[in-house]
């Protein structure tokens, strides 16, 4: 009786969130730069899947676990508003909240919780707001909202585990009118659901299994709206083909596959296949296999996928390199969750396309200089065609049923070019005493831009091309939190971005200035588990452009709790 219950409520729970997966289907990404040797898929397989224990993010499967782990807990919002990330930089713990409220009436609020239901089901829920609503001059005395809310479910069989999840987000920006008051919000909605199947065992001379399946709706209010169906399944087996017979010295053959649908007044279709071989010994790992996309409306595209490493001085330094590429549907949901001042009055799926990055090299090392320092050196060059971006639309109106007013509203237009981009990568991130956590990363990004223009074309067309608009050249973060004592805990940030051009409303380019923003944190252990907390979010109170005429929040102080439990 116990085994059907248990039955019944997993299925029930088939269309509840597991955050793991539910974004971006990343299982086994590693934090770029972060020096780790990069543990192939192959050979986390080996390995029985782990139940995830009071874990809701994505499980950290690690070389060494002696390794230097940095774990800040500095929980920064937000550069501007149209940038929050609700995610960004929280401690991941068991059961979680935090509370406060900000000098311009912003209330944030942050809530995890995850329990073991029984032996073999598990479910996590987590809620999040920021707001702004009084005093944004910035935005014309307008207001943002951004809400998320997650719910997921981890049911385990006999023959392997369930993960279901739905996510659900809520975001309100005010566009501008030309003519200088400001409408109602546009409202931006999001749904995923889906689930994902792992298989228990693993690899090792055994058939192992995932599959995994999604549906995301993303829409305006009274405008566009998109759905989308993705799938995916991995195969993998492994055996001792080649060398010595150990785990050190593994082979393993595995196929992915991707489907990726998308509907938006058209739809378009995307299947990838992509088979590797992957090699494994004591001081290297070679990782290779070819891309093989099917695509509506396109021809095929083939693509290497070959990646390497080699460790060396007992696994304290590792040299890499990646070569590949693929091909990826520019989706609504991508493009209004980047930039949500997009226009809503897209004709044709077709004007979007696919994003195709023809060939991606990736190389660099990865060295582990004590057991608390670790660095990362690495340059990246992509050639990718039809990359978005976003220019003035001076044709956007809409009519608000507030007043029964047509606003002209001051929006964006995409354009799509082909470019080549490289990246010089540097981080690195120190743990001092055990009481000083410290990390700076680094970008510095080179640009060239190849529109695909007809020898007719006007200047006001070529000018739309003239650069790869709000790309900058430069980045760097800086972040670090310090244990003073028992009681008290200090953090501070400092993000920076170099230049970068944008088109003002005139067609004219117009180079942004360097967006600066620093915040400092205080936090005071009043109980164990309870602490008030203190921030400081924009110190200097730049009103920088992440995107032309719309500057972010000024100064603002935060003050609440946090409650762990």
């Known amino acids: 009786m116990m085994k059907a219950k248990i039955l019944i409520i997993s299925i029930l729970f088939v269309f509840v969130g597991y955050l793991a997966n539910a974004q971006s289907h990343n299982e086994q990404v590693t934090v770029e730069g972060s020096y780790r040797p990069q543990i192939k898929r192959s050979e986390r397989l080996v390995k029985s899947p782990e139940k995830p224990d009071n874990e809701f993010n994505i499980p950290n499967y690690k070389a060494d676990t002696k390794e230097f782990n940095y774990g800040y807990n500095m929980e920064v919002e937000t550069m501007s508003a149209i940038s929050y990330k609700a995610e960004y930089g929280v401690e991941s713990k068991n059961n979680f909240l935090k509370a406060g409220i900000g000098t311009h009436a912003s209330p944030t609020f942050l809530f995890r919780h995850y329990s073991d239901l029984s032996k073999n089901m598990s479910l996590g829920v987590g809620v999040n ?162 891309r093989l996309d099917l695509k509506t409306g396109d021809h095929m595209g083939l693509y290497p996928d070959v990646k390497g490493s080699i460790f060396v001085l007992d696994n304290m330094l590792e040299f890499y390199a990646n070569i590949g590429g693929r091909s990826k549907i520019n989706s609504f949901a991508d493009i209004v969750a980047e930039n949500p001042f997009v226009t809503t009055n897209f004709t044709n799926f077709s004007e979007f396309g696919y994003n195709k990055t023809k060939f991606d090299f990736q190389g660099g090392a990865r060295t582990k200089l004590t057991e608390d320092i670790d660095a990362h050196v690495g340059v990246r060059y992509r050639n990718i065609k039809n990359m978005v971006l976003y220019v003035p639309d001076n044709d956007f109106y809409a009519t608000y049923t507030d007043d029964n007013k047509i606003y002209h509203l001051e929006a964006f237009d995409l354009v799509f070019t082909n470019c080549e981009i490289v990246n010089i990568l540097i981080d690195a991130r120190w743990k001092a005493m055990d009481k000083l956590n410290v990390a700076a990363e680094m970008s510095i990004n080179k640009y060239a831009i190849h529109p695909d223009l007809s020898a007719d074309a006007s200047e006001d067309v070529a000018a739309l091309y003239a650069h790869l608009w709000y790309k900058p050249k430069f980045s760097m973060t800086l972040r670090g939190d310090y244990q003073f004592d028992e009681t008290w805990k200090f953090n501070a940030s400092a993000m920076l971005i170099g230049r970068r051009w944008a088109m003002d409303r005139d067609g004219q380019a117009k180079e942004l200035k360097p967006a600066v923003d620093i915040q400092l944190g205080a936090d005071y252990q009043i109980k164990e588990d309870l602490a008030a907390f203190a921030e400081i979010h924009n110190l200097v109170n730049q009103k920088y452009q992440l995107y032309y005429d719309y500057p972010s929040i000024g100064f603002d102080v935060f003050v609440g709790i946090k409650y762990r439990f």
């Open 129 to 290: 707001h920021y707001s702004s609503w009084v005093g944004s001059k910035a935005y014309k005395k307008s207001s943002f909202m951004n809400n998320a809310f997650n719910v997921m479910a981890v049911n385990k069989f006999r023959g392997g585990q369930l993960r279901s999840f739905v996510d659900y987000k809520y975001d309100m920006y005010h566009l501008r009118a030309f003519e200088g008051t400001n409408p109602n919000g546009r409202n931006i909605h999001s749904i995923n659901l889906g689930a994902k199947w792992l298989a228990s065992g693993s690899s090792y001379r055994n058939l192992y299994t995932e599959f995994g399946g999604d549906y995301r709706s993303t829409w305006i209010m009274g405008a566009t709206s998109e759905h989308q169906l993705n799938a995916d399944a991995h195969l993998a087996y492994s055996d001792n083909w080649f060398g010595g017979k150990n785990l050190e010295d593994l082979q393993t053959a595995a196929v992915d596959v991707d489907f990726n649908y998308n509907n938006i007044f058209q739809s378009q279709l995307l299947i990838a296949i992509n088979p590797y071989l992957t090699l494994n010994g004591s001081y290297y790992t070679v990782h290779a296999g070819l």
